[in-house]
């Protein structure tokens, strides 16, 4: 079994800010856009896409060690709080994100098992915990390069040389 996964996502340009998101899987297409008045919000924008990626992956830990605990019959209902605000050099930035999961049908009997599992999943949460880390990203802007030519962009995240 190896070590790394790998993922490709295309995001193909429909109009103005929306643009269509392709996976692997035909059935995963997903429409995004921003809000008025840039946009059309003809889909989620990308801090509601972080805020749903984080929020899927503490609900899918939570109920994964809730079920090797074997705790039957809950279900999860959780809401994810995104914010966002400028920064000192007046850019949009996610400052927050704050989830609240909520566990129903739990069985008194079950309170130590969730008490345990509390201490442990957001671990094993893979967006959570890398975003709180911070995330490596590298940038590449071409520009229909040809083969063997060099990409626009400065550095590896695109900043001017």
Not at 102 to 111: F, M
Not at 118 to 132: G, L, M, N, P
Request: with cysteine; hydrophobic share 35%; aromatic share 4%.
């Amino acid at each position: 079994m190896s070590d790394v996964t790998r993922a490709e996502i295309r995001l193909t340009q429909l109009d103005r800010y929306r643009f269509a998101v392709r996976m692997e899987r035909p059935e995963w297409t997903l429409t995004v856009d921003e809000p008025p008045p840039v946009g059309e919000g003809a889909g989620p924008n990308p801090a509601r896409l972080i805020a749903t990626a984080i929020g899927h992956c503490l609900s899918s830990s939570l109920l994964y060690c809730l079920e090797r605990a074997r705790v039957q019959g809950v279900r999860l209902e959780t809401s994810v709080d995104v914010e966002v605000r400028r920064n000192d050099r007046g850019r949009w930035r996610i400052s927050g994100v704050r989830a609240k999961i909520d566990v129903q049908g739990l069985d008194p009997s079950q309170r130590a098992a969730l008490a345990r599992c509390r201490s442990i999943f957001e671990d094993y949460c893979i967006a959570t915990a890398s975003v709180r880390q911070g995330i490596p990203v590298e940038v590449e802007v071409r520009a229909g390069e040809g083969p063997g030519e060099e990409p626009s962009g400065g550095g590896p995240r695109g900043d001017p040389p």
